[in-house]
């Protein structure tokens, strides 16, 4: 995508909004304006405000393992890196205001789980189990490292502070 094209002000405007105000308290008109775009150019690259929800999660989605891959690359053992990846929930509470999980926060919007969007949530879930099963041989304990991931992101989101995961990380360190 071309820096600073239509598209890509669309898609960072769309970034913005939804995760401020969710996918379905943000209008079209509304994104079209703060991606100071043409109506018509923000219909020649998205179809419908779905076609631009999947392209923002596609977008978080690779985001969202850069920055995990970054942060776990930061040490070698496998244990360790199961830490970093909690460490991880640490940096986007900060970073992101206790937003919680985009994934989470758009399916919880869905009206029915199918369709291109439900798809791309499915998939970054999967992908995470996935991760956590290669950091982790015993597939039952990589499924309770993940469960407890989920369980934390979506807890420091309604607590508004990290404390749950620091004392998962905490728990972790002793377990691992």
Known sequence: ??????????????TVLFHQNGYH??????????AKVAKAS?????????D???????ARHIYWFEGLNREVAK???????????F??????????NYQGCAFINMLA???EHTGAIYEIIESHKAGLRIYFEELIEDKQKAFMVY???????????????????????ELLKQQL
């Open 1 to 14: 995508m071309k820096e600073n094209s239509p598209k890509e002000r669309v898609l960072k405007a769309a």
């Open 25 to 34: 308290s943000t209008g079209i008109n509304r994104i079209i304006s703060e």
């Open 42 to 50: 923000f219909y020649d690259h998205y179809k419908t405000k779905d």
């Open 52 to 58: 631009l929800a999947a392209a923002y999660l596609e």
């Open 75 to 85: 040490v070698k053992a496998n244990n360790e890196k199961v830490i970093k990846a």
């Open 87 to 96: 460490e991880y929930i640490l940096l986007m509470n900060v970073k992101e």
């Open 109 to 111: 919007e869905l009206v």
């Open 147 to 169: 469960m407890l991931f989920e369980a934390c992101l979506v807890e420091s989101q309604v607590s508004q502070s990290s404390a749950c995961v620091e004392q998962t990380i």
